[in-house]
Nanobody, 125 residues
Framework: QVQLVESGGGLVQAGGSLRLSCAAS????????MAWFRQAPGKEREFVAT????????LYADSVKGRFTISRDNAVNTVYLQMNSLKPEDTAVYYC??????????????????WGQGTQVTVSS
């Protein structure tokens, strides 16, 4: 059974930092693109960042560009999201996502094959 398990969420003041981790088990994801999405209360789930299989190609939503960094360690099947200069509007449940489509990036929810359970990030003003 495939599992994506996120960790690292929590409460932080505006301007602070958090690092999210997503550990994949049950299948080797080293060949597949992965991503982070987020969903705030009353809003649709939205794309945050994605990374290709090798880590050599990344893409970010405009709202987080320059503040968030996605990376991966294929040796341990883990993807990370380093979040700096956090703002109250970054408050949301953050979801790890994986696609089994070889090549490319994961840019939309419809392209996701596996989701994690989500981790809450709350940024206070």
């Amino acid at each position: 059974q495939v599992q994506l398990v996120e960790s690292g969420g929590g409460l932080v003041q505006a301007g602070g930092s958090l690092r999210l981790s997503c550990a994949a088990s049950g299948r080797t994801f080293s060949h597949y693109p992965m991503a982070w999405f987020r969903q705030a209360p009353g809003k649709e789930r939205e794309f945050v960042a994605t990374i290709n299989w090798s880590g050599g190609n990344t893409l970010y939503a405009d709202s987080v560009k320059g503040r968030f960094t996605i990376s991966r360690d294929n040796a341990v099947n883990t993807v990370y999201l380093q979040m700096n200069s956090l703002k109250p509007e970054d408050t949301a449940v953050y979801y790890c996502a994986a696609s089994t489509t070889l090549g490319g990036l994961v840019l939309r929810t419809g392209a996701v094959d596996y989701w994690g359970q989500g981790t809450q990030v709350t940024v206070s003003s």
